[in-house]
């Protein structure tokens, strides 16, 4: 099985599950979030990390979404990865939001590698874009 990780500072990971569990509810069971809580350490997060994780068998895959890359939980969730043998074939993609996560949960199971980075980032970076509100009387005008 291939499980979507999701690693944040705070309980953004938790909120973005929450989320997604409205549009993918039946991949949830799938999907593990742990954030690097306030005061907590990044010891701490790993232990929690190694927590959640400690149902994968040999043969589970992960895709790990973080919001920040280079960030401490995203360094820590790869060390604790590589501890237990499953970062050389994971993906790791960074800046996570909705919809990149909507898109890893739906499309995790039917592509790989690059295939499903070019599916997810493209997803990810369309998301990103001002929302411009017509008034009424600029409709009026056109």
Do not use: W
Request: with cysteine; charged share 25%; aromatic share 4%.
């Amino acid at each position: 099985m291939k499980y979507l990780l999701l690693v944040s500072h705070g309980g953004f990971a938790e909120g973005l599950k929450t989320s997604l569990a409205m549009f993918a509810g039946d991949k949830m069971e799938q999907v593990i979030a742990v954030g690097l809580k306030d005061g907590k350490t990044v010891d701490d997060f790993a232990k929690d990390f190694r927590q959640a994780i400690s149902g994968l068998t040999a043969e589970d895959s992960v895709v790990v979404l973080a919001d920040i890359v280079g960030g401490s939980p995203l360094t820590t969730a790869c060390s604790v990865l590589d501890e237990v043998g499953k970062l050389d074939d994971a993906i790791v993609l960074g800046g996570m939001n909705l919809p990149m996560a909507i898109t890893s949960a739906v499309m995790k199971d039917m592509l790989e590698g690059d295939a499903f980075v070019q599916a997810v980032l493209p997803e990810a970076q369309a998301a990103l874009q001002e929302f411009k509100i017509v008034s009424d009387d600029e409709e009026d005008d056109i």
